[in-house]
């Protein structure tokens, strides 16, 4: 079992910046690849960003390459997102999830844990 908490989300105005942190405990977090996921209102949860076990690769969705940036902290069990240059389009519920594979991916169904979730919304 992993249980996944995430902090960071708030409001923040078009342009502005974030950074989401995603706490890991219960089993060895550096066996697990971790990745970034969002919910919109009424839209399907969809890949943002993921981070394989070494922190050696990471990947992002189109619409955010360039402006966002996962990384992650084995030694205390923690994945980040820095979010830069946000726009209102970014506004959603973010989720980490993490998985027991060698890579990461975009198919939320692989993904076994999942965080709660944190609110970010980007006023314009």
């Known amino acids: 079992q992993v249980q996944l908490v995430e902090s960071g989300g708030g409001l923040v105005q078009a342009g502005g910046s974030l950074r989401l942190s995603c706490a890991a405990s219960?089993?060895?977090?550096?066996?697990?690849?971790m990745a970034w996921f969002r919910q919109a209102p009424g839209k399907e949860r969809e890949f943002v960003a993921g981070i394989s076990r070494s922190g050696l690769s990471r990947g992002y969705a189109d619409s955010v390459k360039g402006r966002f940036a996962i990384s992650r902290d084995n030694a205390k069990n923690t994945v980040y997102m820095q979010m830069n240059s946000l726009k209102p389009e970014d506004t959603a519920v973010y989720h980490c999830?993490?998985?027991?594979?060698?890579?990461?991916?975009?198919?939320?169904?692989?993904?076994?844990?999942w965080g709660q979730g944190t609110q970010v919304t980007v006023s314009s």
């Open positions: 999830a993490s998985k027991y594979r060698l890579e990461y991916n975009s198919v939320r169904q692989e993904y076994n844990y």
């Open positions: 219960g089993r060895t977090f550096s066996g697990v690849v």
